[in-house]
T-cell receptor, first 113, second 114 residues
Framework: GENVEQHPSTLSVQEGDSAVIKCTYS??????FPWYKQELGKRPQLIID?????GEKKDQRIAVTLNKTAKHFSLHITETQPEDSAVYFC????????????FGTGTRLQVTL | DSGVTQTPKHLITATGQRVTLRCSPR?????VYWYQQSLDQGLQFLIQ???????AKGNILERFSAQQFPDLHSELNLSSLELGDSALYFC?????????????FGDGTRLSIL
């Protein structure tokens, strides 16, 4: 079955620094990889996603890279700000008749002043 | 605001009881997904419905059931509740049933079993 591993589980960076979160997935047929940001007590919020036919995607300070050969993808946040502090989840979706998401275990990002 | 509406926001009940969680998808979305988020299990997929029909099942207990109605809202029924069922239950929706489509989450229902 589908499995997604996410590292690190916690990450502390200083404001203005970059943060990188990495995920690996087990099913080579996975073709859609979203990232969600979840603030305490709130819903997971989609911040960026990437499809398997693309190697990199950027949206302002956020970028995601995908290496299909190695079956891993990463989230990059540049110029971090205190409001970036949250738990970030990666997910993978298997190509098929169903479109459930399999989530990583989350990374708690703390941006300090 | 994601456009996905979940009610109620909070539920407090006792072991052995039965509850119903409700979800209205975003306008135009035909797929509804239910996820459970607990401290030790992370976000776990429970079940997916597309246009009224069950599409996929995940780690959903037999005590749990769901359905999607003609107006596309969905209900998740949890029965014979146990302490371990305490969790955040999220509903998400997407346009279609296939992959590559973003899923947008509602604000969740926090279920507390006493």
């Amino acid at each position: 079955g589908e499995n997604v591993e996410q590292h690190p589980s916690t990450l502390s960076v200083q404001e203005g620094d970059s943060a990188v979160i990495k995920c690996t997935y087990s099913d080579s047929a996975s073709n859609y990889f979203p990232w969600y940001k979840q603030e305490l007590g709130k819903r997971p919020q989609l911040i960026i996603d990437i499809r398997s036919n693309v190697g990199e995607k950027k949206d302002q300070r956020i970028a995601v890279t995908l290496n299909k050969t190695a079956k891993h993808f990463s989230l990059h946040i540049t110029e971090t700000q205190p409001e970036d502090s949250a738990v970030y989840f990666c997910a993978a979706q298997f190509t098929g008749t169903a479109s459930k998401l399999t989530f990583g275990t989350g990374t708690r990002l703390q941006v300090t002043l | 605001d994601s456009g996905v509406t979940q009610t109620p926001k909070h539920l407090i009940t006792a072991t052995g009881q039965r509850v119903t969680l409700r979800c209205s998808p975003r306008s135009g979305d035909l797929s509804v997904y239910w996820y459970q988020q607990s401290l030790d299990q992370g976000l776990q997929f429970l079940i997916q419905y597309y246009n009224g029909e069950e599409r996929a099942k995940g780690n959903i207990l037999e005590r749990f059931s769901a359905q999607q109605f003609p107006d596309l809202h969905s209900e998740l029924n949890l029965s014979s509740l146990e302490l371990g069922d305490s969790a955040l239950y999220f509903c998400a929706s997407s346009v279609g049933a296939v992959s590559n489509q973003p899923q947008h989450f509602g604000d969740g229902t926090r279920l507390s079993i006493l």
